[in-house]
């Protein structure tokens, strides 16, 4: 059995869907159909989520949201007309209408993109529609529920044939309804897999799988036939935006494999991702590479020489009590790098820093904002010594400064911190370098 997450490009207007009905046809085995929200038509477009965030924001700001919400209202008719579907939608979005009224959650706004998407699909398909809210679950903390979901899951699955189950939310423990962060379709479509047991989990989206580079940076990536999760979670965490970093565990765990297709090419192989690297023929030095924006440097220097480790232990059980992630420590005797998520950071600057104060060894913090975090990966480059001699020199040649570089604390990865508004040709840089 497979389960197929079809993203929001892939069921934008009704020509896309489609598609998706001759691709969930055309094999038996594509039996449970995770669907995002209506995404982008074209290139100025607004992805439907966009507008029901924006519709909570106008609610929240006291002014009117009737107009976005027509929009989006407009989007689902113009797909059920074109398509000839039966369902009749007046009395969902009558009753959404009065729940962003009533000032309901931006997490239940943005979720009824891919409730509506997915009565859509399950009527035009004709599979049952199970809601999302009754099996994906979040507890207290606002952590997903990995086990309580995987039970109940497991048993609805069970007395389902074939089903559409709407990608992106679930619900809290009292019932009220939950979002993962942007691109949790994806998250949503392995959870599914992994109770379902899948012999496989397609993600179907816009490009032939994972490609090398960005294809919005690069020209014409060379596409990746196969690929591991702790490669691919490399790349998608330092800004690969072609699968959420968060959809890896529930997979990998269960040994199932990906596939990542092209809804508007279905005959190309795609991506194949998988646990180990065996069957890879391209066990290569290079896999591909990714850049993000927005980190800064952290940098906490010590004028006591004696306690280092103490003082480490305490800048990060205070980054963790604050829920600061970063990607990169290194550490000496008298000073402690990070690398984090600037705007994260900021909001947390002052609460982090008077609380290690409170340690009471004498420190100064400076920050170094406007990096790009590049990541280099594949299981080749961490045993090539020359992989970072060939990383300067093609920077180099660009006139780029490297302000990082962490080569070796991981296994298959190197990360490189340069300039901001040099992100993008750094990475044509390596990537032609490495190719
Ligand atoms: N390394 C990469 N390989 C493929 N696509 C990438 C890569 N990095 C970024 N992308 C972008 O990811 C997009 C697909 O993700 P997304 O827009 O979320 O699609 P969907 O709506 O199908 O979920 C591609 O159109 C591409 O622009
Ligand atoms: N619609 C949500 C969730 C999602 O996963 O969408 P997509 O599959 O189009 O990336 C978002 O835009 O974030």
Same mark, same amino acid.
């Given at each position: 059995?497979?389960?197929a997450?079809?993203?929001?490009?892939?069921?934008?207007?009704?020509?896309?869907f489609?598609?998706?009905?001759?691709?969930?046809?055309?094999?038996? +085995?594509?039996?449970?159909?995770?669907?995002?929200?209506p995404?982008?038509?074209?290139?100025?477009d607004?992805?439907?989520?966009?507008?029901?965030?924006?519709?909570?924001?106008?609610?929240?700001?006291? %002014?009117?949201?009737?107009?976005?919400?027509?929009?989006?209202?407009?989007?689902?008719?113009?797909?059920?007309s074109?398509?000839?579907?039966?369902?009749?939608?007046?009395?969902?979005?009558?009753?959404?209408?009065?729940?962003?009224?009533?000032?309901?959650?931006?997490?239940?706004?943005a979720?009824?993109?891919?409730?509506?998407?997915?009565l859509?699909?399950?009527?035009?398909?004709?599979?049952?529609?199970?809601?999302?809210?009754?099996v994906?679950?979040?507890?207290?903390l606002?952590?997903?529920?990995?086990?309580?979901?995987?039970?109940?899951?497991?048993?609805?699955?069970?007395?389902?044939?074939?089903?559409?189950?709407p990608?992106?939310?679930?619900?809290?423990?009292?019932?009220?309804?939950?979002?993962?962060?942007?691109?949790?379709?994806?998250?949503?479509?392995?959870?599914?897999?992994?109770?379902?047991?899948?012999?496989?989990?397609?993600?179907?989206?816009?490009?032939?799988?994972?490609?090398?580079?960005d294809?919005?940076?690069?020209?014409?990536?060379?596409?990746?036939?196969?690929?591991?999760?702790?490669?691919?979670?490399?790349?998608?965490?330092?800004?690969?935006?072609?699968?959420?970093?968060?959809?890896v565990?529930?997979v990998?765990?269960?040994?199932?494999?990906?596939?990542? +297709?092209?809804?508007?090419?279905?005959?190309?192989?795609?991506?194949?991702?998988?646990?180990?690297?065996?069957?890879?023929?391209?066990?290569?030095?290079?896999?591909?590479?990714?850049?993000?924006?927005?980190?800064?440097?952290?940098?906490?220097?010590?004028?006591?020489?004696?306690?280092?480790?103490?003082?480490?232990?305490?800048?990060?059980?205070?980054?963790?009590?604050?829920?600061?992630?970063?990607?990169?420590?290194?550490?000496?005797?008298?000073?402690?790098?990070?690398?984090?998520?600037?705007?994260?950071?900021? %909001?947390?600057?002052?609460?982090?820093?008077?609380?290690?104060?409170?340690?009471?060894?004498?420190?100064?913090?400076?920050?170094?904002?406007?990096?790009?975090?590049?990541?280099?990966?594949?299981?080749?480059?961490?045993?090539?010594?020359?992989?970072?001699?060939?990383?300067?020199?093609?920077?180099? +040649?660009?006139?780029?400064?490297?302000?990082?570089?962490?080569?070796?604390?991981?296994?298959?990865?190197?990360?490189?911190?340069?300039? %901001?508004?040099?992100? %993008?040709?750094a990475?044509?840089?390596?990537?032609?370098?490495?190719?």
């Open positions: 059995m497979i389960v997450k079809f993203g929001g490009s892939s069921l934008a207007d009704a020509a896309q489609q598609k998706v009905k001759d691709i969930v046809f055309a094999d038996s +085995r594509r039996m449970l159909i995770i669907p995002s929200a995404g982008r038509r074209f290139d100025k607004e992805k439907v989520t966009d507008l029901l965030y924006r519709c909570y924001n106008q609610q929240m700001a006291g %002014e009117s949201f009737q107009k976005t919400f027509e929009e989006i209202q407009q989007r689902y008719y113009d797909i059920a074109q398509l000839h579907l039966s369902l009749e939608l007046k009395p969902y979005f009558q009753e959404i209408h009065k729940q962003m009224e009533a000032g309901a959650s931006a997490d239940y706004c979720s009824r993109g891919e409730f509506l998407n997915g859509l699909l399950s009527n035009y398909l004709g599979y049952e529609f199970l809601d999302a809210a009754e994906i679950f979040f507890d207290e606002g952590e997903f529920d990995a086990e309580k979901t995987n039970d109940i899951l497991k048993q609805r699955l069970e007395l389902l044939d074939k089903a559409v189950i990608g992106f939310y679930g619900s809290n423990p009292d019932g009220s309804i939950r979002a993962f962060s942007r691109g949790g379709s994806d998250i949503t479509g392995a959870i599914v897999a992994r109770a379902a047991q899948a012999e496989l989990y397609e993600n179907w989206t816009d490009v032939s799988g994972f490609l090398m580079a294809p919005r940076i690069v020209t014409d990536p060379r596409p990746i036939s196969h690929i591991t999760y702790h490669e691919m979670h490399e790349l998608c965490c330092a800004g690969a935006t072609v699968l959420h970093e968060d959809c565990f529930p990998s765990s269960a040994g199932i494999p990906t596939n990542i +297709r092209n809804t508007n090419l279905p005959q190309h192989p795609g991506t194949m991702i998988t646990c180990n690297a065996l069957q890879r023929e391209d066990f290569a030095i290079f896999a591909g590479v990714s850049g993000k924006k927005g980190f800064s440097i952290l940098v906490l220097e010590k004028e006591q020489t004696d306690h280092t480790w103490s003082f480490v232990q305490e800048v990060l059980y205070v980054a963790k009590k604050y829920g600061i992630k970063f990607q990169y420590l290194p550490s000496g005797a008298h000073c402690v790098c990070l690398l984090v998520e600037t705007r994260q950071f900021l %909001e947390k600057q002052d609460a982090f820093e008077s609380e290690i104060r409170k340690s009471n060894v004498p420190f100064s913090m400076t920050i170094q904002p406007d990096i790009a975090g590049i990541v280099l990966v594949g299981y080749g480059i961490i045993h090539n010594r020359l992989a970072v001699n060939r990383i300067y020199k093609a920077l180099q +040649r660009q006139n780029i400064d490297v302000v990082m570089i962490n080569q070796g604390s991981g296994e298959l990865s190197t990360w490189v911190g340069v300039p %901001e508004n040099q992100m %993008e040709e990475i044509c840089a390596i990537y032609e370098e490495f190719l």
